[in-house]
Nanobody, 111 residues
Framework: QMQLEESGGGLVQPGGSLRLSCAVS????????MRWHRQAPGKQRELVAS???????NYIEPVKGRFTISRDNAKNTVYLQMNNLRPEDTAVYYC?????WGQGTQVTVSS
């Protein structure tokens, strides 16, 4: 059974950085499509970034050039490096693969 556990969220000032981690069990991260989604208050959950088995990455336009999705096959962990954070990045961030979701981690960008 696949399980995903996010960590690394917190409060950061605009322009700051955070790195989210998603520890994965039950599937090798190198074999599957791994995704980061986010849900801001009052808004629908949206896909932020993905990485496929071949290492191809995709991002939504608002985070291009600021966020980087990566994976560590040895640690079976997926990361989301977030730089130059903006208040509009405030959301609960979820790791996902196929139909399995983590519990989410809160990211708040505020001065």
């Amino acid at each position: 059974q696949m399980q995903l556990e996010e960590s690394g969220g917190g409060l950061v000032q605009p322009g700051g950085s955070l790195r989210l981690s998603c520890a994965v069990s039950g599937i090798r991260v190198s074999f599957g499509n791994m995704r980061w989604h986010r849900q801001a208050p009052g808004k629908q959950r949206e896909l932020v970034a993905s990485i496929d088995a071949g290492g191809i990455t995709n991002y939504i336009e608002p985070v291009k050039g600021r966020f980087t999705i990566s994976r560590d096959n040895a640690k079976n962990t997926v990361y989301l490096q977030m730089n130059n954070l903006r208040p509009e990045d405030t959301a609960v961030y979820y790791c996902a693969s196929f139909t399995t979701w983590g519990q989410g981690t809160q990211v708040t960008v505020s001065s």
